[in-house]
Nanobody, 125 residues
């Protein structure tokens, strides 16, 4: 399994970024695919997840209404559109895949099977 993130960068508060995750090495709709983030000195946080087989989604409370997750099952890509970004959204964002439960998303995700290397998002105030 390989998960490769892209799209991170520096943006001003109120701006937008779109993260992409290229997935390979598994049957795409066998797993849920999502995003965790970790800021320096903070615990890892579940951001969003999509069940690629039926499109059902999960969002953490801190990003609801601002972030949108989507998938392209043909291209085997998952996207995270991030709008109205805040400085507290600054973190390394990791693409994850596996049999991801809501409990996993609401915890540190230690039981999630597969992780990408991460992409850095920095939101300046």
């Amino acid at each position: 399994v390989q998960l490769v993130e892209s799209g991170g960068g520096l943006v001003q508060a109120g701006g937008s970024l779109r993260l992409s995750c290229a997935a390979s090495g598994f049957t795409f709709d066998d797993y849920a695919i999502g995003w965790f983030r970790q800021a320096p000195g903070k615990e890892r946080e579940g951001v969003s997840c999509i069940k690629t087989s039926d499109g059902s989604t999960y969002y953490g409370d801190s990003v609801k209404g601002r972030f949108t997750i989507s998938s392209d099952n043909v291209k085997k890509m998952v996207y995270l559109q991030m709008n109205s970004l805040k400085p507290e959204d600054s973190a390394v964002y990791y693409c994850v895949a596996g049999e991801i439960t809501i409990a996993a998303m609401e915890s540190s995700g230690s039981e999630v099977d597969y992780w990408g290397k991460g992409t850095l998002v920095t939101v300046s105030s």
